[in-house]
């Protein structure tokens, strides 16, 4: 039996990225993979579908081109060349993770891998037949989730779709149910709505995107409302049935049913732990709300085993994955693993516009016992933005009125994604306002928004 200093089980954003760091390390290291490498991040999730809405970004872009000066006649797009290209932007990603398996030197195993007692990892093919077995001093599980389903909406690959069926459709659909608002249905909503599909949003809550800032997420409906996109809150399918046309739905509100006939339906109703058939029964690993429970350096009740990325608690996000997966290969080396800091950790959601947010709202914020000052800077008020003819957004900071201390940022409107780091490096180094304030932001940018919305929490906004 072959014997490694580290296995890892999952080759997700998480798991990779522990093998790498524990093959950097110096430690023999073994991941195990059922499907592709790369996860469902690089091949079903984060990637392709950036791929996708970058491509109904250009279209809608050259559709509005006219108000830029640019004539542009007879626009149109191929939907199986978006679906070809999104699909080779992802092989090409999950080709270069083989390539950093083989520069590491990690041993690469086909199959699906289960804790078996002993420090013993079991891998079994596809019919659940064992094929072999390694020995492990420490074990990483990244074994990831998948979408959760609902009662009487089970996806058939047809009419009712999962995020996988939702990104290499055969064809568009004329019009689209998207269940949940979460970041996975705002993107898709955003995606097909680009395209011209009728899109309507249900969500069970009494308003959109749950967890953003509910200021930034009242602009976000109030914008997709315009770009043609119907949102139902406090909404919940109570029957669907197929018909010719797709599948024929009742949804129940406080203001009472209404039946409507969608040609798709995509369930984004949150993820489910892929912690069945792993082997945590023969372990002390507890699990709480179907997560596994760690502590804040990723270790479970188990010595020598660690769980990463959407198999514990939230935020389930790639990058908080790949940044676990530093921590519990540190800890096991006892290379200063610093614990994972869950305020610090930045969310994006790349729908149109796009959104991003670091720490606290200001509910939470006002709920956790903080004095805060709050700052605010409109898109419109911002000469790039207004250049771009980009006006739709703004950015809220969040400041702790006694210390300084920026406790939140949000952000909605282009490329807000990209500008999430710049908050969140200054929450890393425990940043005052002054830091910020301090900072000189270059012009024109969309990030001298950041500078303004943090100055004019302390009533200095030099534009508005």
């Known amino acids: 039996m072959e014997k490694f200093d580290v296995v890892v089980i999952g080759a997700g954003p998480g798991g990779y990225v522990a093998a790498i760091r524990a093959a950097q390390l110096g430690l023999k290291t073994a991941v195990v993979e059922r499907e592709h490498l790369g996860g469902i991040c690089l091949n079903w999730g984060c990637i392709p579908t950036k791929a996708l809405l970058r491509s109904a970004e250009v279209y809608h872009l050259v559709k509005h081109s006219n108000e830029f000066g640019v004539e542009c006649q007879n626009v149109k797009f191929d939907f199986s060349k978006i679906i070809e290209r999104s699909r080779q932007v992802s092989k090409k990603l999950a080709d270069g993770v083989s390539q950093l398996m083989k520069k590491n030197k990690i041993t690469v195993v086909n199959g699906t891998g289960k804790l078996a007692g002993k420090m013993q990892v079991a891998i079994f093919e596809q019919e659940k037949k064992e094929i072999n077995k390694v020995e492990a001093k420490n074990v990483i599980l990244a074994t990831g989730a998948r979408a959760r389903t609902l009662p009487g909406l089970e996806p058939d690959s047809?009419?009712?779709?999962?995020?996988?069926?939702?990104?290499?459709?055969?064809?568009?659909?004329?019009?689209?149910?998207?269940?949940?608002?979460?970041?996975?249905?705002?993107?898709?909503?955003?995606?097909?709505?680009?395209?011209?599909?009728?899109?309507?949003?249900?969500?069970?809550?009494?308003?959109?995107?749950?967890?953003?800032?509910?200021?930034?997420?009242?602009?976000?409906?109030?914008?997709?409302?315009?770009?043609?996109?119907?949102?139902?809150?406090?909404?919940?399918?109570?029957?669907?049935?197929?018909?010719?046309?797709?599948?024929?739905?009742?949804?129940?509100?406080?203001?009472?049913?209404?039946?409507?006939?969608?040609?798709?339906?995509?369930?984004?109703?949150?993820?489910?732990?892929?912690?069945?058939?792993?082997?945590?029964?023969?372990?002390?690993?507890?699990?709480?709300?179907?997560?596994?429970?760690?502590?804040?350096?990723?270790?479970?009740?188990?010595?020598?085993?660690?769980?990463?990325?959407?198999?514990?608690?939230?935020?389930?996000?790639?990058?908080?994955?790949?940044?676990?997966?530093?921590?519990?290969?540190?800890?096991?080396?006892?290379?200063?693993?610093?614990?994972?800091?869950?305020?610090?950790?930045?969310?994006?959601?790349?729908?149109?516009?796009?959104?991003?947010?670091?720490?606290?709202?200001?509910?939470?914020?006002?709920?956790?016992?903080?004095?805060?000052?709050?700052?605010?800077?409109?898109?419109?008020?911002n000469g790039k933005a207004i250049a771009m003819g980009e006006t739709d957004g703004m950015i809220k900071t969040i400041y702790d009125k006694k210390t300084g201390e920026l406790l939140g940022a949000h952000l909605i409107g282009a490329e807000v994604t990209e500008m999430i780091q710049g908050f969140a490096m200054a929450k890393t180094l425990e940043s005052t306002e002054q830091e910020i304030i301090q900072t000189i932001f270059p012009h024109p940018t969309m990030s001298e928004m950041m500078h303004e919305a943090t100055l004019a929490a302390f009533n200095r906004a030099i534009h508005i």
């Not at 047809?158 to 290499?168: N, S």
């Not at 970041?183 to 069970?204: D, H, K, P, Q, R």
């Not at 509100?253 to 912690?275: L, M, R, S």
Request: charged letters at 25%.
């Open 158 to 381: 047809d009419h009712i779709w999962t995020y996988r069926e939702a990104m290499v459709p055969q064809k568009m659909p004329k019009s689209l149910l998207v269940v949940g608002s979460g970041a996975i249905g705002v993107e898709f909503a955003s995606f097909y709505n680009m395209l011209g599909v009728e899109v309507t949003i249900i969500e069970i809550a009494d308003r959109i995107l749950g967890a953003e800032d509910e200021e930034i997420a009242a602009i976000a409906h109030k914008s997709f409302e315009k770009r043609g996109i119907k949102i139902v809150t406090n909404a919940q399918i109570k029957e669907s049935k197929k018909v010719k046309a797709g599948s024929e739905v009742v949804i129940t509100t406080k203001q009472g049913e209404a039946k409507d006939t969608f040609e798709k339906i995509i369930v984004a109703a949150g993820i489910v732990a892929n912690t069945d058939s792993i082997g945590l029964e023969n372990t002390k690993i507890q699990l709480h709300k179907g997560f596994i429970k760690t502590n804040e350096y990723c270790q479970t009740d188990e010595a020598n085993i660690y769980a990463i990325g959407d198999l514990t608690s939230p935020p389930w996000l790639a990058h908080k994955a790949s940044h676990e997966a530093i921590i519990a290969v540190e800890k096991v080396t006892n290379k200063n693993a610093h614990p994972l800091n869950r305020k610090n950790i930045p969310g994006c959601t790349y729908c149109y516009p796009q959104i991003a947010s670091v720490g606290y709202t200001e509910k939470q914020a006002r709920e956790a016992g903080f004095d805060v000052k709050i700052g605010k800077f409109p898109s419109s008020a």
